[in-house]
């Protein structure tokens, strides 16, 4: 979504709109006036909340495309890599902080509108700007928890990861544990010294295999006694 930097005057007699670029908002609002059957009846005021309204009506498809992106990456997170969950969801949030800045200004400024003495014109539309305020309370809502749960999304996936690679440390501890003494062993008569009567003993080759066998087939049958290979 692009922002664009929208100017309004409001006067007693006149309502002026500055912006950079054409805004499809605020030619509708022309347009519509326009057309209209009474346009004496659009004053200023009244011209100054259809456009608003407008705007504000705007950000609700893109704050519910946000919370239907953040099911479907919630749905589809175990056929996808970390690496591109945690993409997902930085730009998500960036996304989000974007509308934030701009949605709680909003806020904030139709909040003052409503409740200044110098707008006489906005005062008798009170009940009017009052709804765009409502809808901006609503927008601010939903973008606020939308982080909360690209948060709370962060964390898990964050948990799993670390489950996971716990998980393959401890096998691989498991295995580095059992090769130990078969290494030691390997290490014992892998000496090249003369006086070792082992060296000599007929079946000694057969024996020390047996022997490391047998350690590795019972450390193996200890540990998965104890689970830790699930």
């Known amino acids: 979504m692009q922002k664009e930097e929208v100017d309004l005057y409001l006067g007693n007699n006149y309502i002026v709109t500055y912006h950079s670029v054409s805004m499809r908002e605020i030619d509708d609002v022309w347009q519509r006036l326009e057309l209209a ?13 259809h456009v608003l309204d407008k705007i504000v009506d705007n950000y609700f498809p893109h704050v519910y495309r946000i919370e239907d992106l953040l099911n479907e990456i919630d749905e589809n997170s175990a056929d996808r890599s970390m690496e591109e969950l945690f993409e997902d969801l930085f730009d998500t949030r960036h996304e989000l902080l974007s509308l934030r800045h701009t949605i709680t200004p909003m806020r904030d400024l139709v909040y003052r509108m409503i409740n200044s003495h ?23 809502e939903k973008v606020e928890a939308s982080r909360e ?8 996936y964050l948990s799993i990861n670390s489950h ?8 691989l501890t498991v295995i580095t544990t059992i090769f130990m003494p078969l290494t030691f062993i390997a290490g014992i008569y892998g000496m090249n ?3 070792m009567p082992e060296l000599s003993w007929r079946f000694g080759y057969f024996g020390a295999l047996f022997t490391m066998f047998v ?16």
Do not use: C
Not at 122 to 127: A, F, I
Not at 164 to 171: F, L, S, Y
Not at 215 to 230: E, S
């Open 37 to 49: 059957k009474a346009p004496g009846e659009w004053n200023p005021s009244i011209v100054l909340y």
């Open 118 to 140: 110098r707008l006489s014109g906005v005062l008798e539309q009170k009940e009017y700007f009052a709804d765009i305020h409502d809808h901006l309370l609503r927008l601010a």
């Open 149 to 156: 749960l690209t948060t709370d999304m962060r964390d898990s």
């Open 164 to 171: 996971e690679t716990n998980r393959v440390m401890k096998v």
């Open 193 to 195: 010294f003369e006086n």
């Open 215 to 230: 350690i590795g087939i019972t450390m193996f049958l200890l540990f998965r006694k104890k689970g830790w290979f699930k």
